[in-house]
């Protein structure tokens, strides 16, 4: 299984960009997708996650209202919009997927992914 994010790079504070994430794999559907992230100096942190079936999400407080997650279900990727960015949004991104879905309460614990993309930076500076 792989997962392979695209779309980071450099924004102004209030900019947007959207980072995508394909997971490929022989047979492999995830149940469960997330962005998590890593600011220097800080350890990784949930960002959003989204269930493959009903579409259910969760955020990390610090993105609600600004952030959104989405699917493709058909695709199997998932998107991160990300708007109105601060200073603070400047980190690596990870994508996350794991096989089987899972209740909203457990989707921010790293622990419940089995698969990791190799990370993309994101940077919000002026």
């Known amino acids: 299984v792989q997962l392979q994010a695209s779309g980071g790079g450099s924004v102004q504070p209030g900019g947007s960009l959207r980072l995508s994430c394909a997971v490929s794999g022989r047979a492999f559907i995830p149940g469960t997708m997330a962005w998590f992230r890593q600011a220097p100096g800080k350890e990784r942190e949930f960002v959003a996650a989204?269930?493959?079936?009903?579409?259910?999400?969760r955020y990390a407080d610090s993105v609600k209202g600004r952030f959104t997650i989405s699917r493709d279900r058909t695709k199997n990727i998932v998107y991160l919009q990300m708007n109105s960015q601060k200073p603070e949004d400047t980190a690596v991104y990870y994508c996350?997927?794991?096989?089987?879905?899972?209740?909203?309460?457990?989707?921010?614990?790293?622990?419940?992914?089995?698969?990791w993309g190799q990370g993309i930076l994101v940077t919000v500076s002026s």
């Open positions: 996350a997927a794991r096989s089987g879905s899972i209740i909203t309460g457990s989707m921010s614990w790293h622990t419940v992914y089995e698969y």
């Open positions: 989204v269930r493959r079936n009903d579409g259910a999400t």
